[in-house]
């Protein structure tokens, strides 16, 4: 299939690690912004064979993972009214909230509904006059736009009984509190693809000049993630801070100019708390005021909702790219995909679901001798092999 295989080579994989091997004179910290990436570079290993001096960190790029927990509850809230039909997509139906999440509302009696576009949703509103039909849209810059223009279009074509829940994030804004933070140890930023595919390149550059760090725009495929490590990692050797785009195929200077337009006319900028992080300015969109009348925050006035993080779940820290999954002490134990403390472990983009799926359920083991870390448990049964081939069958690394 074009543009899998070829970016799943295992040669070319050896030679794009020999060359950061050959390039790295010290230790760089990187993050990927997108939980894509996160769970390619987990799934095929790549943070273990790139040499010691390289490290990921694991960004806030999981849109389930940072919807807020007050936002979920009041999801939960409108999902349990007996007028509502509540749409989402399926990730969203595990996601705890205070006490209970939709997959709960529903064995409940709640009409809560896996849907696999935005549309489909106004399609139900359309079907169902007499019932008020919300949707759940969450996401980063990549899902905001088909989800402005169901709202556009409900509005074009008149259907009132549709409304939505709106918890749209921004990228840039996230990587100003990262640098800001007293904490951060990141020196370079590999950028979401799909986010710059829509919204261009043109909020980056500012970025990486004020606060002196690379930003690499980098696909998702193993090759694409090795080629924006090495393209980093250069610039820092060399002490460059500039953005690139490694990722040409698919994201434009401009990105999607009509995806853009839509976004300007329905949203507008607002402020965002994150979950396990906080309120970042700026970072998220809410509805204009000339949609307003489909905000079903708005429309339910759901005000008032009192949230409790469970006080054992780190997954705050997790998303700051302050701890490793496995870190974690509740990680695998208390914390797993069937009872899951926090969003990153149920969510299919969560470092912590990525960290469980894939078997690095221990913190890593380093024999004597040994140049990069080993893994002390084999890959789970039927998952996907490195795409370099290194990994030994007993799991060591080559």
Request: aromatic share 6%.
């Amino acid at each position: 299939m074009k543009y899998i295989d070829e970016f799943q080579d295992p040669e070319l994989a050896a030679r794009l690690l020999d060359d950061i091997r050959a390039s790295v004179t010290r230790p760089w910290a990187l993050m990927e912004v997108c939980g894509g990436q996160t769970h390619s570079i987990i799934r095929h290993g790549i943070d273990q064979l790139l040499p010691d001096e390289v490290e990921l960190i694991h960004g806030p790029g999981c849109p389930v993972c940072v919807t807020p927990l007050e936002v979920i509850d009041k999801a939960l809230a409108i999902a349990s009214r007996p007028e509502v039909v509540f749409c989402s997509f399926g990730d969203m139906l595990r996601v705890p909230g205070t006490g209970r999440d939709l997959f709960q509302v529903r064995g409940e009696g709640g009409d809560v509904r896996v849907v696999y576009s935005p549309l489909d949703a106004l399609r139900i509103a359309e079907e169902n006059p007499d019932r008020e039909v919300v949707f759940f849209g969450i996401g980063f810059e990549t899902t905001a736009p088909p989800n402005a223009m169901t709202v556009h279009q409900a509005r074009r074509r008149g259907i009132r009984n549709f409304s939505l829940l709106v918890s749209h994030v921004r990228v840039p804004p996230a990587i100003e509190a990262i640098m800001q933070s007293p904490d951060c140890r990141v020196q370079g930023f590999l950028a979401a693809g799909h986010v710059c595919s829509v919204m261009g390149t043109q909020e980056y550059p500012e970025l990486a000049e004020r606060f002196r760090v690379p930003i690499v725009v980098t696909g998702f495929e193993p090759l694409d993630i090795l080629e924006g490590v090495r393209r980093t990692v250069r610039q820092l050797e060399r002490g460059e801070h500039r953005v690139d785009n490694a990722y040409p195929r698919a994201v434009p200077a401009e990105g999607n100019p009509a995806a853009r337009a839509v976004l300007d006319d329905v949203f507008e900028v607002a402020d965002r708390a994150w979950r396990g992080i906080g309120v970042i300015p700026d970072s998220g969109w809410r509805l204009s005021e000339r949609y307003r009348d489909y905000d079903a925050e708005h429309r339910f006035r759901v005000e008032d909702i009192a949230t409790l993080e469970p006080a054992e779940c780190r997954s705050g820290e997790v998303l700051q790219g302050l701890l490793k999954p496995h870190e974690c002490e509740a990680f695998g134990t208390a914390c797993t995909p069937r009872t899951p403390l926090g969003a990153t472990m149920v969510s299919s983009e969560g470092a912590c679901a990525a960290y469980y799926l894939y078997r690095r359920l221990d913190l890593p083991a380093r024999p004597a001798g040994a140049s990069r870390p080993v893994p002390v448990a084999a890959p789970a049964a039927g998952a996907p092999a490195d795409v370099t081939g290194a990994h030994r069958k007993d799991g060591s690394v080559v």
